[in-house]
């Protein structure tokens, strides 16, 4: 027998018992992002290597250690790790900074990262995502926030806890750096390898970090003085405050947590997550935040922006099991050609409906019947001589006799 290739590690089939669930995540996102004026867009899943480098930013985990790059015609390529890099791409490139604002994108789709697979973590796992141009006011944090909260609340989940914090800008943040570096100092030789390499390029990092060891030096006073200061600007603290009240009002629970930082170098002001106590240690469903440099950083005008990723994978996990779908009828004939012209019939209805494709006896279509549809659909020869049709319901086996033309499921 030959070799059998089996799927890559850290990449998983979707079968078609699963497929109903991914179209509910796929139907509510359509459903719910159209309520609230978005449309898709839907970008290659390789881009040039730079975009990402630029995008995501090179002192990222994503850029520096998980991308699929390739070279292709001298020049390199890389699967896209997520999705707001192309989005933003797409928006520069299609001049879409001269629609009137705000400009709101989803997306749905593969990702590729090159991590460890583990539960809640895939080398290919897929993405739904928002992105919105052109307003910088708090409203349109709040609106991508409780829009996030509708959208899983439609799945069923609605016991999510959502983080936030600020990140203040650029300005702000360089004294605030600066003062966690200082504060970090003396601690340096004790962290871990990874926050040792952040330490200069990109000293915020190091607060996310999940070694147990770092974050007991974090959880120390001295240290526990500097991260919970409120180091932002007046501005960006009004904008805080204000993301805050609407949230408030809009009833949207929320914890603030001054550790969440995102991996991703682009994030001002707002960030978050949202997370359940039902995934273990890959917990977040959702991730987001206010990126107003990135646009300009890609090449366009000054943009502010705000979006988010959620995994869907994560979400199905959180979701019960549905029920396979069963088909409207079976039909179930001695005669094939009049069994395949009736399905035929009933399909241009709008009905699901299958027959015996292999001919095999009465009985065992009948079998078949009663396990995959709700009524067996019978055409004996009486019925194909009257042009009438024997319906029975499966699950209460009661039988009508009728004309095949009035036939409704
Ligand atoms: P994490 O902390 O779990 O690594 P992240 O900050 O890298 O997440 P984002 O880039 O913000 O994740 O992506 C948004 C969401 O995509 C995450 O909250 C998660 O649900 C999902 N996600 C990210 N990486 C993976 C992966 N390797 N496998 C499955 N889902 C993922
Ligand atoms: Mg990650």
């Known amino acids: 027998m030959a070799k059998i290739i089996k799927v890559l590690k850290g990449t998983k089939d979707i079968l078609p018992q699963e497929a109903e669930m991914w179209h509910k995540l796929e139907k509510n996102a359509l459903e719910i992002f ?4 978005y449309k898709e867009i839907r970008t290659p899943i390789f881009e ?32 896209r790790p997520e999705n707001t890099a192309g989005v933003v ?59 996030a909260t509708e959208y899983l609340k439609s799945l069923g989940l609605n016991d999510l806890e959502v983080e936030i914090n600020s990140l203040g800008c650029p300005t702000c943040r360089e004294e605030y750096k600066k003062r966690i570096k200082e504060v970090l ?15 200069e390029k990109n000293p915020l990092r190091l607060l996310d970090c999940k070694v147990e060891s770092c974050k007991e030096i974090f959880s120390k006073p001295e240290i526990q003085k500097v991260i919970q200061s409120d ?50 240690s890959q917990n977040a469903v959702c991730g987001g935040g206010r990126y107003d440099s990135l646009v300009r950083n890609l090449g366009g005008e000054d943009t502010p922006a705000v979006g988010w990723a959620m995994g869907m994978e994560r979400l ?16 179930v ?30 009985t065992k279509q009948l079998e078949k019947a009663s396990k995959c549809a709700k009524y067996a659909l019978i055409l004996g020869e009486d019925e194909i001589k009257s042009g009438t049709v024997s319906v029975k319901n499966l699950e209460t086996s009661e039988q009508v006799t009728i004309n095949r033309n009035e036939i409704e499921l």
């Open 34 to 37: 159209t309520k609230y004026g």
């Open 48 to 79: 040039m290597t730079e975009l990402f480098a630029r995008g995501v930013g090179d002192t990222t985990d994503i850029v520096n250690k998980e991308m699929y790059t390739f070279e292709k015609s001298e020049r390199s390529l890389t699967l």
């Open 89 to 147: 791409r797409s928006f520069i490139e299609n001049g879409m900074a001269r629609l009137s604002a705000p400009v709101k994108l989803w997306y749905k789709g593969p990702m590729f990262r090159y991590e460890r697979p583990q539960a809640g973590r895939q080398r290919q796992f897929h993405q739904v995502g928002v992105e919105m141009f052109g307003i910088k006011e708090p409203s349109a944090d709040a609106e991508v926030i409780v829009m």
């Open 185 to 199: 100092k003396p601690e340096f030789e004790n962290l871990c390898e990874d926050c040792q390499n952040r330490y």
């Open 231 to 280: 180091f932002i600007c007046e501005e960006c603290a009004e904008h805080y405050k204000t993301l805050k009240s609407y949230l408030d009002k809009l009833n949207v629970k929320y914890v603030e947590n001054k550790l969440l930082v995102r991996g991703l170098d682009y994030y001002n002001r707002t960030v978050f997550e949202i997370k359940s106590n039902n995934l273990g």
């Open 316 to 331: 199905n996990s959180l979701l019960p099991e549905i029920e396979p779908q069963k088909l409207d009828g079976y039909v």
């Open 333 to 362: 004939s001695n005669s094939p050609a009049d069994a395949f012209l009736f399905a035929q019939e009933l399909r241009a209805k709008g009905y699901n409906v299958e027959f015996d494709l292999a001919n095999k006896k009465f």
